[in-house]
């Protein structure tokens, strides 16, 4: 059985050495956000993870049964189904459904199968004006209801007010469309409620979808997700940010349905046993190769204040005067949410969403993919198309500097994924507080998928 | 790429220089010694045998720049 999870005073609990990420926000040159001073650190256990989550078909197997087809999951953006008709096909684990803008203008989901013989009704995303089967013409409306059956006289055991759709439970948050796959899933408010409380001052709906990148990883895809959990594997992994990021010393936070990593910006790492001058930290953060100049900065301003500023003149054209509401941590420190199981998106002006699932029913493949979050002024721009990367395309390819950080992550995942195949040991340990993100993640799948 | 800008950055911890050389290997200097690796981290030549490969796979991935993308994205331009 999962151990109890404890409540950990943040004022007298193990941690980094070094600033916290409290001691930060005294110094910034803004007013601070509430949502920035909560501190929620918890104390999740210490056993270990067995390594067969990652590593059995028979665990891949439960988690469809009793988390896939159970759970609240975002499928798209509402602007990428603007108009009736517009609908999307969202897999996960094998199992299809359509979600799609109705007539009326409500979002609608269902399984992705024709009633009459199974065949899937919609293989691509699209823009349609009814949902015809592409095997014998079996047709519905976009609201579900059955309005054709070709040859019908040899279907008088077909009624057609028992014949429509099954209705997917669906629901919206922050311009995202979530879906249950189980019908008589719990409410979506109790699931959200926690991230909604977070994002209440940053309202993603008012972004729109500047890019969205997905691409196969060759890992589980809670491999390819912890990943992004946590930032004590900066020292390793992005040795090259570790001049201009608090790794260790970031704040993680823990609360029932969702969880945080706070990980500052333009602050050496406790890591590092040599002073840094602020332009060091700068020239980390901008990649400003060996040799080449640094900017410099202005008298009497740090590095944090001065990127800070930096980022609310370049995003003041498309967000306006609310960029002069955000704190100097909003501008540029990394605000990484996940809600459970397997959506991330970023708070503030950081842009990043991730969301992780598994490749059909491949347990060894993960679907990895990273949607860009903008402030826009005037009309909505329109959303991004989805673009796959190829086996052997880098994320920089797609997401420039931001990808070359992802492909230092890439590059661990299926070495993780082998190391778990050949290692002796029954499980994997983490860190008490720096994972604990990771930790609650496999505390909340125990409980979905082995009834902890 | 010019000689000039030619990527390069010192390792935090042992301070060794890692630098992208035009034909895509890197060259490290740690000290007195040096070596070539490859884009993964394998040696290719020269004393120094070790190199840490996120390193190398940082400084190696120069991505297109930001106009070049084939996504409608540019993160970069706010780097």
């Not at chain 1, 014998?136 to 008088?156: K, R």
């Not at chain 1, 890019?211 to 992005?238: D, G, L, R, S």
């Not at chain 1, 679907?367 to 796959?388: H, L, N, Q, T």
Request: aromatic share 10%; charged share 25%; proline share 7%.
């Amino acid at each position: 059985m999962a151990e109890a999870i404890k409540d950990l005073d943040p004022d007298n609990m193990v941690r980094s050495p070094g600033i916290t990420y409290q001691e930060l926000l005294d110094t910034d040159t803004h007013q601070v956000p509430e949502v920035l001073r909560l501190q929620s650190p918890k104390f999740l256990g210490d056993a270990d993870v067995s390594i067969e989550r990652y590593t059995t078909k028979e665990w891949h197997d439960k988690e469809v049964e009793r988390l896939w087809k159970r759970v609240w999951q975002m499928a798209c953006r509402e602007e990428d189904i603007p108009e009736a008709g517009d609908h999307i096909r969202y897999d996960i684990a094998g199992i299809s459904f359509i979600v799609l803008r109705t007539e009326g203008g409500t979002i609608k989901c269902y399984p992705n199968a024709c009633l009459h013989r199974g065949r899937m009704l919609k293989e691509f995303d699209g823009r349609a004006s009814e949902l015809r089967c592409a095997f014998h013409g079996f047709c519905w409306s976009l609201d579900g209801d059955l309005v054709d059956v070709p040859a019908n006289w040899d279907f008088p055991h077909v009624n057609a007010s028992e014949f429509g759709l099954p209705e997917i439970p669906t629901a919206t948050w922050g311009g995202f469309v979530f879906i249950n796959p189980d019908q008589n899933c719990d409410p979506f408010d109790d699931f959200i409620k926690d991230l909604a409380s977070q994002f209440e001052r940053w309202d993603l709906s008012k972004m729109y979808k500047q890019a969205h990148v997905a691409k196969i990883m060759p890992a589980n895809w809670k491999i390819a997700q912890e990943a992004f959990c946590e930032a004590y594997h900066v020292n390793a992994t992005h040795p090259q940010i570790l001049r201009s990021l608090g790794c260790v010393n970031s704040q993680v936070d823990v609360w029932e349905n969702c969880a945080r990593v706070i990980t500052p910006s333009l602050t050496a790492s406790p890591l590092l046993d040599y002073e840094l001058t602020e332009q060091d930290m700068v020239r980390a953060m901008m990649d400003i190769p060996e040799g080449a100049p640094a900017p410099d900065l202005p008298e009497g301003m740090n590095a944090r204040a001065w990127m800070a500023a930096g980022s609310r003149e370049g995003n003041r054209a498309d967000a306006g005067d609310l960029v002069d509401e955000y704190c100097d941590a909003e501008m540029v420190d990394n605000l990484d949410y996940t809600l459970f199981p397997n959506f991330h998106p970023w708070g503030a002006f950081n842009k990043i969403c991730y969301r992780f699932r598994p490749n059909g029913n491949d347990h060894r493949s993960a679907i990895m993919e990273c949607i860009m979050m903008a402030p826009f002024s005037g009309e909505r721009p329109p959303p991004a198309e989805i673009r796959w990367l190829e086996e052997d395309e880098p994320w920089s390819a797609a997401l420039g500097f931001l990808g070359r950080v992802f492909d230092q992550d890439a590059f661990n995942m299926p070495k993780v994924q082998q190391g778990l195949e050949s290692t002796y040991k029954p499980g994997v340990t983490l860190a008490n507080y720096q994972e604990s993100k990771v930790r609650w993640l496999h505390h909340r799948l125990g409980e979905w998928v082995e009834g902890e | 790429m010019s000689e000039e800008l030619k990527p390069a950055i010192k390792h935090p911890f042992t301070r060794a220089l890692y630098e992208l050389q035009s034909d895509g290997t890197v060259r490290v200097v740690d000290g007195d010694n040096e070596g070539l690796f490859k884009r993964d981290g394998r040696w290719i030549s020269g004393e120094l045998r070790e190199a840490d490969p996120q390193l190398c796979v940082w400084i190696s991935n120069q991505p297109p720049p930001p106009e070049e993308l084939e996504s409608a994205w540019a993160l970069s331009k706010e780097q």
